[in-house]
């Protein structure tokens, strides 16, 4: 990977994405493709309705490696992973001493008990840092390998099984959050990936890890399938943000807990309060508090907001209860292009977090109307 000349960094397909007509802005130290000619609300669209192609190659690729490498990540995270099953994935929590959020990622157990790994993946923004805080941690337990040499493409979208299929037949197999090694065959050349029935737009799709060389080759073949467009940046955001997905920086970050961020779902029972391996990560003390509902252990939490006029509230926009004092503020929020409403989520106190609950995000000095909502904002396919 080089450094463009205002010193960022390029992934694989960089070609590719300026051939296609993609407008590059500074995402996580690299230039990436925030949209295309088409626009965020079209790529939105078909992301929802057929198939749409991502080059998230700027996350994190890492191995952990021997028999122990299990017990040591469910060290540092709050999740079950010893007893996660052969080529089954997870969502993790990487925790500071707090119990605040370093990074939220997925690993999969690639059978590490037989020489194989756990395979993680980490966001872009992050990776140095959680590979460099991950080795400290358990790097004498395990080995810690960072692949810098892999390009990552996610295929989203209702009919991302279909095109898929069609080069590597099986993949249809998988279900939801399971993995499998595969020959994608795009008649030019055979490729072979590793990926994972996952993603993160609310929608079906596939997370397709491959050697950086052949990533410009599988990409192009992609793209030749009459179902898949390439969609960029803004239309992740979007698709996340109606699905009701935090994103780490904005939604998650090292002040907040799951807890309070809302993901205490992806806490195993085995870890909680009475399980076989309850606590023994870090901040598990508060964390646990805070799942057994000790008074005064939440201060605040993520909710999902809609506004009632239809006037977008963007991310760090104040929120005021109806009193007008100061409550929070929007952490993600924009117009939903499935829904065509102004979506949001922020966090509020638990008081005003119950759903109907109505706060003002003050846009431009105006108090607009919000509901607190359900989310996702979206029905997850």
């Known amino acids: 990977m080089s450094a463009t000349p205002d010193n960022l960094l390029q992934v694989p397909l960089n070609d590719l994405h300026l051939a296609l007509g993609a407008r590059m802005v500074p995402f996580a130290g690299y230039s990436m493709p925030v949209q295309y000619p ?3 609300m079209a790529e939105h669209k078909h992301t929802r309705t057929a198939a749409g192609l991502f080059d998230v190659s700027h996350m994190g690729q890492l191995r952990l490696v021997g028999p122990d490498a299990a017990a040591a990540f469910e060290s540092l995270i709050p999740v079950d992973v010893i007893d996660l099953g052969l080529g089954k994935q997870r969502y993790g929590l990487l925790l500071n001493e707090t119990g605040g959020i370093i990074d939220d990622l997925m690993f999969v157990n690639r059978d590490y008990a037989h020489g194989g790994d756990i395979f993680v993946i980490v966001n872009g923004a992050c990776k140095v840092g ?44 998988l279900v939801f959050m399971t993995s499998g090694s595969f020959t994608v065959d795009t008649g030019a050349q055979k490729i072979e990936v590793f990926l994972t029935r996952s993603g993160y737009t609310g929608e079906d799709g596939f997370e397709i890890s491959v050697d950086a060389s ?12 009459p179902e898949v467009k390439p969609i960029g940046l803004g239309a992740r955001n979007s698709l996340r943000l109606e699905a009701g997905l935090p994103l780490y920086g904005n939604d998650i970050n ?34 646990l508090a805070q799942l057994g509902g000790e008074a005064g252990s939440v201060t605040r939490k993520r909710v999902g907001l809609k506004a009632l006029a239809r006037i977008p509230v963007r991310e760090h926009v104040e929120l005021q209860n109806q009193a007008g004092e100061h409550i929070g503020e929007v952490t993600s929020g924009l117009l939903g292009p499935t829904i065509d409403q102004p979506i949001a989520m922020g966090y509020v106190p638990p008081a005003l977090a119950t759903l109907g609950s109505l706060v003002n995000a003050i846009v431009r000095g105006k108090p607009v109307k919000m509901e607190v909502v359900t989310m996702p904002f979206v029905p997850t396919n």
């Open 254 to 287: 090292t002040t907040t807990t799951p807890v309070e961020a809302g993901l205490q779902w992806a806490i195993q029972k085995v870890r909680r309060a009475g399980g076989a391996r309850m606590g023994g990560f870090p901040g598990a003390d508060k964390i």
């Open 214 to 225: 052949d990533a410009m080759v599988l990409a192009k073949a992609l793209l030749a399938q």
């Open 130 to 173: 959680d590979i460099a805080h991950i080795q400290a941690k358990i790097g004498n337990r395990c080995q810690v390998i960072p692949m810098p040499e892999r390009a990552l493409l996610a295929l989203q979208g209702p009919q991302a099984v279909t095109a898929l299929s069609r080069l590597a037949p099986g993949v249809e197999k």
């Open 38 to 40: 088409e626009g965020l």
